[in-house]
């Protein structure tokens, strides 16, 4: 996916730009519907969603690449996925990077 997405839709919606966030959160039934929930609420479309599982019921990680109007659409969205029960952490980060970099350390939160 390119780093920057230059679209206008039909609406003339203004240029917005492709984001990734990295959700830490302890694994558990629906917790990819609560957290996909509020990043649909948050975001102007989710472009893609990416989950990696630890241990299942203990540790999971969701990488969701979503298209985003400004910096201050970003901060909220960050700010409301964090309030998600059972989230541990939300970065702006791209998820292979970081278990490429240090799988132990990814999984280190």
Known sequence: LRSALAHESADDEALGHLC???????DRRGILLDVSTV????ACNIMDVHSE??????EAAFQYTVHLQDAGQ??????AVAKVPGVVRVRRENLEELMSESPAAFWAN
């Open 53 to 58: 599982t630890l241990t299942p019921g203990r």
């Open 74 to 79: 970003l901060a909220q969205l960050l700010e």
């Open 20 to 26: 990734r966030i990295v959700v830490f959160c302890k």
């Open 39 to 42: 990043v649909t609420d948050k």
